[in-house]
C-alpha cells in the first residue's frame, strides 16, 4: 500500500479524531484542537507539477479537480485556490476595464487596461517559464495624473458575492479543509503591488501627499464597500494583505496609510462573527505587532527563519499569545537541495510553539514552491500527527 493509501486508511479507522477542517476552525474559535492543524497551499506548485495553465487572466470558479483531490488523497489541509475569484466587480459607467491575454516575439503577456474619462493606464505582466510565474513588465503608474485615472476607476466599483461558487467550492473541499476568502489588496496594495511597484508608491506618499492621500481614502472607502459584501456573505475566513514586509511597510508608514484601513475592516467582520487573517509576505520584525494591533485573528504565510527574520519562539513572543499563527516553514526548506534534517526540525520548531499557545497552523512560508520535494508534504503530515498533539 503507497503512503496515501496507508494514511487515509488510518484516519478512516480513527474516526473519532477532529477532522482537519474541525481544527483549523478550533484554533479560530480559541479552542484547543487534538492536534495543531495542518494545511497547505498548494495552488502554484501541483500546476507547475502537472503543467496545468497558471493564467492570470482568468478566473477558476468551478473547483480545480486536481487541487481538490490531491489535499484529499494525501491528508493536507486546504485553506486556498489563489486563482480562485470569490466576488464580482463592476465598475462605474465612465470606466471601461480590459484584460488582455495576448502572445507574440515568442513572450505571452497580460495587459489590465483601464479607459476612463480623466485618461488611460495599462499595467504588463509576461510569462517566465522557468519561474512558473508572470513577472511585472510595465508599471501603469508614472504621474500624478496617472493616480488620478487608477483612483475614479477604484473609488466606485460595485461588489457582489459569487455564492454558488463558494458553495461548489466548501462542498468539493468537505472536511478536507476551509476555504478561505480573499478579498484582494488595500489601496497601498494595489499601489505597490500592482501599478506602481514599492519604490515608487512610498517616493509618491512623499511627493505627491495631496493626490497620494486622497487615493488611498477613496480606494479604501470602495474596498470596505467588498467588505460588507463580505460580511452579508457564508465565508468563515477573509484573507486579507498586501504582501505585508515591515521593511517595506514600516511600523509608522503602516500606522498612517493602512492600520485604519485593516482595522475597520476587522471591526466589521468580526461584528459578523468572521475571521480575519492577514497575509504577512516578508520581514516580520515589526509586522507581527503592528498587524496584531489591527485585532486581525493572525498572520498568514508566516516565514520564520532561515529565510525569515525572526525564529519561531521570536515570532510567539512578539505575536503575543492570542495571535494566530499560521506557517512555519521557509520556502528553501522544501526544495530538493536542502537537507531533509534541516526540513524536520523546522516543523517540530514550528510544532513546539504549541506548548506556548494554541492558536497555532502548521503550513508552509507562504507558498509550497514550485520544484518542492514531494515527499516533503507527507513528512510534514507524518510529523503533525505525530508530534503536534495537544
Same mark, same amino acid.
Given at each position: 500500500?503507497?503512503?496515501?493509501?496507508?494514511?487515509?486508511?488510518?484516519?478512516?479507522?480513527?474516526?473519532?479524531?477532529?477532522?482537519?477542517?474541525?481544527?483549523?476552525?478550533?484554533?479560530?474559535?480559541?479552542?484547543?484542537?487534538?492536534?495543531?492543524?495542518?494545511?497547505?497551499?498548494?495552488?502554484?506548485?501541483?500546476?507547475?507539477?502537472?503543467?496545468?495553465?497558471?493564467?492570470?487572466?482568468?478566473?477558476?470558479?468551478?473547483?480545480?479537480?486536481?487541487?481538490?483531490?490531491?489535499?484529499?488523497?494525501?491528508?493536507?489541509?486546504?485553506?486556498?485556490?489563489?486563482?480562485? #475569484?470569490?466576488?464580482?466587480?463592476?465598475?462605474?459607467?465612465?470606466?471601461?476595464?480590459?484584460?488582455?491575454?495576448?502572445?507574440?516575439?515568442?513572450?505571452?503577456?497580460?495587459?489590465?487596461?483601464?479607459? %476612463?474619462?480623466?485618461?488611460?493606464? *495599462?499595467?504588463?505582466?509576461?510569462?517566465?517559464?522557468?519561474?512558473?510565474?508572470?513577472?511585472?513588465?510595465?508599471?501603469?503608474?508614472?504621474?500624478?495624473?496617472?493616480?488620478?485615472?487608477?483612483?475614479?476607476?477604484?473609488?466606485?466599483?460595485? &461588489?457582489? &458575492?459569487?455564492?454558488?461558487?463558494?458553495?461548489?467550492?466548501?462542498?468539493?473541499?468537505?472536511? %478536507?479543509?476551509?476555504?478561505?476568502?480573499?478579498?484582494?489588496?488595500?489601496?497601498?496594495?494595489?499601489?505597490?503591488?500592482?501599478?506602481?511597484?514599492?519604490?515608487?508608491?512610498?517616493?509618491?506618499?512623499?511627493?505627491?501627499?495631496?493626490? &497620494?492621500?486622497?487615493?488611498? *481614502?477613496? =480606494?479604501?472607502?470602495?474596498?470596505?464597500?467588498?467588505?460588507?459584501?463580505?460580511?452579508?456573505?457564508?465565508?468563515?475566513?477573509?484573507?486579507?494583505?498586501?504582501? =505585508?514586509?515591515?521593511?517595506?511597510?514600516?511600523?509608522?508608514?503602516?500606522?498612517?496609510?493602512?492600520?485604519?484601513?485593516?482595522?475597520?475592516?476587522?471591526?466589521?467582520?468580526?461584528?459578523?462573527?468572521?475571521?480575519?487573517?492577514?497575509?504577512?509576505?516578508?520581514?516580520?520584525?515589526?509586522?507581527?505587532?503592528?498587524?496584531?494591533?489591527?485585532?486581525?485573528? #493572525?498572520?498568514?504565510?508566516?516565514?520564520?527563519?532561515?529565510?525569515?527574520?525572526?525564529?519561531?519562539?521570536?515570532?510567539?513572543?512578539?505575536? #503575543?499569545?492570542?495571535?494566530?499563527?499560521?506557517?512555519?516553514?521557509?520556502?528553501?526548506?522544501?526544495?530538493?537541495?536542502?537537507?531533509?534534517?534541516?526540513?524536520?526540525?523546522?516543523?517540530?520548531?514550528?510544532?513546539?510553539?504549541?506548548?506556548?499557545?494554541?492558536?497555532?497552523?502548521?503550513?508552509?512560508?507562504?507558498?509550497?514552491?514550485?520544484?518542492?520535494?514531494?515527499?516533503?508534504?507527507?513528512?510534514?503530515?507524518?510529523?503533525? *500527527?505525530?508530534?503536534?498533539?495537544?
Amino acid at each position: 500500500m503507497n503512503p496515501a493509501k496507508a494514511y487515509n486508511a488510518a484516519m478512516h479507522h480513527r474516526s473519532h479524531r477532529m477532522s482537519l477542517r474541525r481544527r483549523i476552525l478550533s484554533v479560530f474559535r480559541g479552542e484547543t484542537p487534538d492536534v495543531v492543524p495542518f494545511m497547505l497551499d498548494l495552488s502554484h506548485w501541483l500546476p507547475h507539477k502537472l503543467r496545468l495553465p497558471f493564467d492570470l487572466s482568468r478566473s477558476y470558479e468551478e473547483p480545480i479537480r486536481e487541487l481538490v483531490e490531491y489535499h484529499k488523497r494525501n491528508g493536507v489541509g486546504f485553506y486556498l485556490s489563489s486563482l480562485t #475569484g470569490f466576488c464580482s466587480v463592476e465598475y462605474s459607467n465612465d470606466v471601461t476595464a480590459e484584460t488582455i491575454r495576448e502572445t507574440s516575439g515568442g513572450k505571452t503577456r497580460i495587459r489590465w487596461k483601464f479607459a %476612463t474619462s480623466l485618461g488611460e493606464i *495599462e499595467r504588463v505582466r509576461t510569462w517566465d517559464e522557468q519561474t512558473y510565474s508572470w513577472h511585472v513588465t510595465k508599471w501603469g503608474v508614472e504621474s500624478q495624473e496617472d493616480l488620478r485615472v487608477l483612483t475614479h476607476a477604484l473609488s466606485a466599483r460595485r &461588489f457582489g &458575492f459569487k455564492r454558488e461558487v463558494y458553495r461548489a467550492w466548501r462542498d468539493a473541499v468537505g472536511d %478536507t479543509g476551509v476555504v478561505y476568502v480573499g478579498a484582494g489588496y488595500s489601496a497601498i496594495g494595489h499601489l505597490m503591488n500592482y501599478w506602481m511597484g514599492v519604490e515608487r508608491a512610498i517616493l509618491a506618499s512623499v511627493d505627491w501627499p495631496d493626490v &497620494f492621500a486622497e487615493t488611498v *481614502e477613496r =480606494i479604501n472607502a470602495n474596498t470596505l464597500e467588498l467588505v460588507n459584501a463580505l460580511v452579508e456573505s457564508p465565508a468563515e475566513v477573509i484573507v486579507m494583505g498586501d504582501n =505585508i514586509s515591515s521593511d517595506i511597510q514600516p511600523p509608522r508608514f503602516f500606522a498612517k496609510w493602512s492600520a485604519p484601513f485593516y482595522t475597520e475592516a476587522a471591526r466589521r467582520l468580526h461584528t459578523a462573527g468572521k475571521h480575519l487573517m492577514i497575509h504577512i509576505d516578508g520581514r516580520l520584525r515589526g509586522a507581527l505587532r503592528m498587524v496584531r494591533e489591527t485585532s486581525a485573528d #493572525g498572520g498568514d504565510a508566516i516565514t520564520p527563519t532561515p529565510l525569515g527574520d525572526l525564529t519561531p519562539e521570536q515570532c510567539r513572543e512578539e505575536a #503575543g499569545p492570542d495571535f494566530l499563527l499560521s506557517g512555519g516553514v521557509s520556502p528553501e526548506l522544501w526544495l530538493p537541495n536542502a537537507a531533509l534534517g534541516d526540513f524536520e526540525d523546522a516543523v517540530l520548531r514550528w510544532l513546539a510553539l504549541r506548548r506556548c499557545s494554541p492558536r497555532l497552523i502548521a503550513a508552509a512560508g507562504d507558498q509550497v514552491p514550485p520544484g518542492a520535494d514531494e515527499d516533503r508534504i507527507g513528512v510534514m503530515r507524518d510529523l503533525v *500527527e505525530r508530534h503536534g498533539r495537544y
